[in-house]
């Protein structure tokens, strides 16, 4: 009976705010719920034994520590999607500047829910790597190993781009035809439509590439596992949502993520 009274005051807790959806996916959300909890902590607490009560306001001043920090964290990283280069800096070093910041924000995130010195220590040497990459410094963590036989010479960037760009073509093609889905994301995204729709068609057709698939060898059509993974991942994500209280149309869907790849 108690468990069953402390549930439903949980539940009153956990309550939708009326200008908001609920979603328990954002950390703002998750953060506003924790703050809703703890202003409710005496309700939630009375008729437990004291050390039932004692356990529940640790338990909660612990979750609003983490909370707090993953707010930051988004903070930081949304402030480092809009950093800039010196003024003196070429143009090309935008993303060069947007990653330094963010990684320095993952640096602080780590830093503030105390994760122990020897395991952020990378983090530190990236951020040092690219102080020195500012500087005009060689440092070994960039420093460009022998080209591999075999492999696209294109950066990883770009097929990650691609394989996303192409999972949105296919998802537009709920509403319009392919030439109209690969001109309207290749726009948005910089990439060229003929290639971007040649990519999309081998990646749809292709099964996922590993050295003991016999099914691939079998196949004309072979891509990178990472781009397939990809490529259906995005796809899978497209129909998932539309069970949500919220669905979005596809091109919803896909000018959310084209605000991504825009930056």
């Not at 990653?99 to 020897?118: D, F, G």
Request: charged residues 30%; hydrophobic residues 40%; proline residues 6%.
């Amino acid at each position: 009976m108690a468990d069953d009274i402390f549930e439903a005051r949980l539940a009153e807790a956990l309550a939708v705010p009326p200008d908001g959806d609920g979603s328990p996916s954002t950390v703002e959300v998750f953060h506003e719920h924790l703050n809703r909890i703890a202003s409710n902590l005496a309700e939630l607490g009375r008729g437990m034994p004291p050390e039932g009560v004692d356990r529940l306001y640790a338990a909660v001043a612990f979750a609003r520590q983490q909370s707090d920090a993953q707010v930051q964290l988004v903070r930081e990283l949304r402030e480092a999607a809009s950093a800039r280069p010196e003024e003196d800096d070429p143009p090309e070093n935008e993303r060069r500047a947007v990653c330094h910041a963010a990684v320095v924000a993952i640096s602080h995130y780590l830093r503030t829910i105390k994760i122990e010195n020897a395991l952020s220590y990378p983090i530190l040497e990236l951020i040092a790597a690219f102080d020195d990459a500012n500087l005009g410094i060689s440092n070994p963590l960039f420093e460009r190993a022998p080209h591999v036989a075999g492999t696209a010479k294109k950066g990883r960037m770009d097929l990650i781009e691609k394989s996303y760009a192409a999972a949105l073509v296919t998802i537009l093609l709920n509403e319009m035809g392919l030439d109209q889905a690969a001109g309207y994301v290749a726009r948005r995204s910089r990439l060229d439509a003929k290639q971007l729709t040649e990519f999309r068609k081998n990646l749809s057709r292709a099964a996922p590439y590993t050295s003991d698939n016999p099914a691939t060898s079998k196949r004309p059509v072979r891509a990178p596992s990472e781009a397939k993974d990809l490529y259906d991942w995005t796809i899978k994500r497209f129909e998932e949502q539309k069970g949500s209280s919220t669905p979005l149309s596809a091109k919803e869907f896909v000018d959310e993520a084209l605000k991504v790849m825009a930056k």
